[in-house]
Nanobody, 118 residues
């Protein structure tokens, strides 16, 4: 297994923006859909967004209209552009494959912390 590597988190004021990156070597060639999750302190991990093999995107109700998921196939990288950030977006963000044929390719990364605070 290859460990996923997330980056791009940080401290941002409400209304600000961040772009998260997830490097997943081989996900393009293996036709893997990818997903972003987040876990706030003291809460369960929740699904945020997915990008399918055809490039179509899915979003949770809480982020739809504010976040955009995308991918760079040549770089085997998935992005999460986060705009209009709110304090409730504060969480550790992680990425993961979503298709069964990719289930053995990757392990969870360390995640990247996003903190939205004034």
């Amino acid at each position: 297994q290859v460990q996923l590597v997330e980056s791009g988190g940080g401290l941002v004021q409400p209304g600000g923006s961040l772009r998260l990156s997830c490097t997943a070597p081989g996900f393009t060639s293996a036709n893997c859909g990818m997903a972003w999750y987040r876990q706030a302190a003291g809460k369960q991990r929740e699904w945020v967004s997915s990008i399918l093999t055809d490039g179509s995107a899915l979003y949770s109700d809480s982020v739809r209209g504010r976040f955009t998921i995308s991918k760079d196939k040549a770089k085997d990288t998935v992005y999460l552009q986060m705009n209009k950030l709110k304090p409730e977006d504060t969480a550790m963000y992680s990425c993961r494959q979503r298709d069964s044929w990719c289930s053995h390719l990757f392990s969870w990364g360390q995640g990247t912390q996003v903190t939205v605070s004034s």
